[in-house]
C-alpha cells in the first residue's frame, strides 16, 4: 500500500485511507480499492495531473481510475471529515494512515446494507480475537550455567516430542510459551556457550513486573524441565565402551540422556 501511495506523493501526512483500506490492513478482509481523503493542496495537484477522472459521488466531487477513489471529505456520522477531522481518528500502519477501526466499526453499524453488515461481524469477531492476546514485555534477562557436558540443541529441540505450536527454534535459540504460578509467560533461550563451557540466557517476557522470588522460582523450575543441573559423567565413563551406547556418547553428550527421558516422560510427562 505504502509504494502504491508514494507514486503519488502521498504519505500520513496530506492523505488518509478510508473505508475498508483498514481491514485489509490488519488482515481482517482484503478490500479492493482504495479510497482517500487527502488535503486540499494534494487533491489540486493530483486533479491537474490529469491522471484521474472528475467524477460526483454522492454530492462531492472525487477523483477516480481502477485502483482509486480520492476527495478532500467524507461525509459519514452525519458530517463531513477533512483530512484535519480525522486527527484523533486514524492510526499509521506500515507508513500508512488509515481511519481506525473504532470509527469505521460506528460508521458501518450505522449503515444498512448487507457488506456492513457482515463487515460488522468480521470486526467484532476480530476484536474478540485480540482481547485473547496478551502483550509480553521484556522483564529479566537471566544466565544459567549447566552442567558439563551440555550439548544445547539436542536438549531444547526434540520434534518428535510432544510436539506443539507454543514453540518456535531455530539453531542455538528456542522461544517457548510458558505457564508458572498464574501468569503467561513467553520465554527465549539462546546458548552462549559450547560442550564443554554451557552457557544459557534466559529472557522472561511478561505483561506485568516479575519480583526475584518469582523469577528465581521460574529458573529453578527450567533447570528442573531441562535437567541443566544433572551431572551425566558418571553415566559416560560407565558406558563409554559399552557396544549399544558408547558409540553415540562422543557425537553428542545428551543423546543417551534425552533418549532415556523421553522415555520417562511417556510414563511419568512432567509437562502436564
Same mark, same amino acid.
Given at each position: 500500500?505504502?509504494?502504491?501511495?508514494?507514486?503519488?506523493?502521498?504519505?500520513?501526512?496530506?492523505?488518509?485511507?478510508?473505508?475498508?483500506?483498514?481491514?485489509?490492513?490488519?488482515?481482517?478482509?482484503?478490500?479492493?480499492?482504495?479510497?482517500?481523503?487527502?488535503?486540499?493542496?494534494? $487533491?489540486?495537484?493530483?486533479?491537474?495531473?490529469?491522471?484521474? &477522472?472528475?467524477?460526483?459521488?454522492?454530492?462531492?466531487?472525487?477523483? &477516480?481510475?481502477?485502483?482509486?477513489?480520492?476527495?478532500?471529505?467524507?461525509?459519514?456520522?452525519?458530517?463531513? $471529515?477533512?483530512?484535519?477531522?480525522?486527527?484523533?481518528?486514524?492510526?499509521?500502519?506500515?507508513?500508512?494512515? $488509515?481511519?481506525?477501526?473504532?470509527?469505521? #466499526?460506528?460508521?458501518?453499524?450505522?449503515?444498512?446494507?448487507?457488506?456492513?453488515?457482515?463487515?460488522?461481524?468480521?470486526?467484532?469477531?476480530?476484536?474478540?480475537?485480540?482481547?485473547?492476546?496478551?502483550?509480553?514485555?521484556?522483564?529479566?534477562?537471566?544466565?544459567?550455567?549447566?552442567?558439563?557436558?551440555?550439548?544445547?540443541?539436542?536438549?531444547?529441540?526434540?520434534?518428535?516430542?510432544?510436539?506443539?505450536?507454543?514453540?518456535?527454534?531455530?539453531?542455538?535459540?528456542?522461544?517457548?510459551?510458558?505457564?508458572?504460578?498464574?501468569?503467561?509467560?513467553?520465554?527465549?533461550?539462546?546458548?552462549?556457550?559450547?560442550?564443554?563451557?554451557?552457557?544459557?540466557?534466559? &529472557?522472561? $517476557?511478561?505483561?506485568?513486573?516479575?519480583?526475584?522470588?518469582?523469577?528465581?522460582?521460574?529458573?529453578?523450575?527450567?533447570? #528442573?524441565? #531441562?535437567?541443566?543441573?544433572? *551431572?551425566?559423567?558418571?553415566? #559416560?565413563?560407565?558406558?563409554?565402551? *559399552?557396544?549399544?551406547?558408547?558409540?553415540?556418547?562422543?557425537?553428542?553428550?545428551?543423546?543417551?540422556?534425552?533418549?532415556?527421558?523421553?522415555?520417562?516422560?511417556?510414563?511419568?510427562?512432567?509437562?502436564?
Amino acid at each position: 500500500m505504502r509504494k502504491i501511495l508514494q507514486k503519488l506523493d502521498l504519505n500520513p501526512n496530506n492523505s488518509i485511507v478510508i473505508g475498508s483500506g483498514i481491514l485489509q490492513a490488519l488482515k481482517i478482509r482484503k478490500s479492493k480499492d482504495i479510497d482517500l481523503v487527502v488535503t486540499q493542496k494534494i $487533491y489540486d495537484s493530483l486533479k491537474d495531473s490529469g491522471k484521474f &477522472t472528475v467524477l460526483r459521488n454522492h454530492g462531492r466531487e472525487v477523483l &477516480t481510475n481502477d485502483i482509486f477513489e480520492i476527495g478532500t471529505s467524507w461525509r459519514v456520522l452525519g458530517k463531513p $471529515y477533512r483530512f484535519e477531522d480525522f486527527a484523533n481518528d486514524s492510526t499509521v500502519i506500515d507508513g500508512v494512515r $488509515y481511519i481506525t477501526l473504532g470509527f469505521l #466499526y460506528r460508521a458501518k453499524k450505522s449503515w444498512l446494507s448487507q457488506k456492513d453488515i457482515d463487515d460488522v461481524e468480521l470486526i467484532e469477531e476480530y476484536l474478540k480475537q485480540k482481547d485473547k492476546i496478551k502483550v509480553l514485555k521484556l522483564r529479566s534477562g537471566q544466565i544459567v550455567m549447566p552442567v558439563t557436558p551440555f550439548e544445547f540443541d539436542s536438549t531444547f529441540h526434540k520434534p518428535d516430542h510432544f510436539t506443539t505450536g507454543d514453540n518456535y527454534w531455530n539453531k542455538g535459540t528456542r522461544w517457548q510459551t510458558w505457564a508458572w504460578e498464574g501468569k503467561c509467560l513467553g520465554l527465549r533461550f539462546k546458548n552462549l556457550g559450547t560442550r564443554q563451557k554451557p552457557k544459557i540466557e534466559v &529472557t522472561i $517476557y511478561s505483561d506485568e513486573k516479575l519480583d526475584k522470588d518469582f523469577v528465581d522460582s521460574l529458573i529453578e523450575e527450567i533447570k #528442573y524441565r #531441562y535437567n541443566l543441573d544433572l *551431572d551425566l559423567t558418571a553415566f #559416560y565413563k560407565k558406558f563409554k565402551d *559399552d557396544k549399544v551406547l558408547g558409540g553415540p556418547v562422543p557425537l553428542k553428550m545428551h543423546t543417551v540422556s534425552n533418549k532415556i527421558y523421553r522415555y520417562c516422560a511417556i510414563i511419568s510427562p512432567i509437562w502436564a
